[in-house]
């Protein structure tokens, strides 16, 4: 019998040489847990969201660091393998998502607030300096693709 499914096995980059463990839930489950804190927290835990796609997006950069010349191909390659999207296009101030776990019928705007911290901390991890990142576009809300745009936090 072959595996039920493939896993990405990927060394922490921590000090420890064992391999990273990873939790798998639904979108279902995941959509229950946004509006669990939803309702106690209202939008206030949209930033909490967003800070742990900082946490993820930061790990997901210094993998991809490794090889500065396939960046943005390592971290489209990881978003997609963790299941975070089918697909992102990663543009110079701009990505477009295909298939955002966090993107949901339910959804009252956008909702793909930990993508964009991810997004973020992946920009931010290639340039060296700090971006503005923002959803502008989310399947949620009914548009075709979810699209962020990123921006230069204080200028060049």
């Excluded at 949209?46 to 500065?68: N, T, V, Y």
């Excluded at 963790?82 to 990505?95: C, I, K, L, M, Y």
């Amino acid at each position: 019998m072959g595996p039920l499914h493939q896993t990405l096995n990927i060394l922490n980059t921590n000090s420890h040489p064992d391999p990273m463990k990873f939790v798998k839930f639904s979108q279902a489950e995941f959509e229950e847990i946004r509006k669990l804190y939803e309702g106690v927290m209202a939008q206030a835990c949209h930033g909490l969201f967003f800070r742990e796609g900082m946490i993820l997006g930061e790990e997901i950069s210094k993998i991809a660091m490794q090889e500065p010349d396939k960046y943005f191909e390592i971290c489209a390659n990881l978003l997609r393998a963790r299941g975070w999207v089918d697909n992102v296009v990663f543009q110079e101030s701009s990505a477009v998502v295909d298939g955002s776990f966090e993107s949901s019928d339910s959804a009252e705007g956008a909702s793909c607030h930990r993508l964009r911290g991810i997004i973020r901390k992946m920009y931010e991890g290639h340039l060296h300096k700090r971006m503005h990142c923002e959803e502008v576009e989310c399947v949620s809300n009914g548009d075709a693709h979810c699209v962020f745009k990123l921006e230069l936090i204080g200028g060049d």
